[in-house]
């Protein structure tokens, strides 16, 4: 039966970690840190997350702006709204909440967010550091991830990794970042030929595919370390909301072959918001080492 990888219980400790040096800012009559949280529309599921985000911000004494914008707002608006976060000197991480309407670029909008303030790690200039491996912000998922599995002391080196999904905001990153750490990677997505045989050949499976407990415990290898990304609401009617979190594999077939295996929900959830604290205390440090906008430079 497969050790749990305790997300929940190492975000606590990184949060209060952050908390108390920001008390000590405080104290000593320095800003704290500021984050701000920008939501365009109405998606449910993004403003679980932004709500989330404010209130681990506020947990842990930092300066939290939350700009809620209707889903007609235009991209010229957005990149005059990103522009004054840029300038603002209360604030030292924007967040701009993906997906974005249709309407809007959101490529635009990630390079209109000066890379200093990019707590993300979406601006190519970060994902460009990460690339070469040169101290930039490392986006909150993924590097959550790397943070746990070190946590639990879980060996990467000469691994066999599969990253289960190719986006810019998981699995990409996810994958530089396992490299990094000397492991042999693999990414697999939707025109992969044949899943079931990569993922036996893993040693580390990281699946951020969107599918409920689309992956089968059986497909596991005997040992092999898993972690899922996905959060997929499913019905559930034993439950009082009807629904149920589950992720995109499934727990209780993996658990009996994985040796360490991330829960949903409480496993790497509570880490990104971890990460995106730790991401913006960096910022911070980085800003009021050198408070001058890029742009002016
Ligand atoms: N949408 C889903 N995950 C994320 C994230 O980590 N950051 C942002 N900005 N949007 C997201």
Redesign the pocket.
Known sequence: MAQLLDGLRVSAEIREAVRVETAALSASGKPVPGLAVVLVGEDPA?RV?VGRKKKACQEVGFHSLELKLSAETTQSDLLARVSELNHDSHIHGI?????LPAHIDEHKIIEAIDPRKDV?G?HPINVGKLLQGVDGTI???PGGVIELLHRYRIELKGKKALVIGRSN??GKPMAVLLIRENATVTIAHSHTKNLEAEIKASDIIVAAIGKPRMIRGEWIKQGAVVVDIGMNQIEDLTTEKKTRLVGDVDFETARERASFITPVPGGIGPM?IAM?LSNTLKAYKTLTNSPTPLSAL
């Open positions: 993004s997350y967040l701009v909440q993906m997906p993300d979406f986006s909150c998922t905001i998981v990104t995106l």
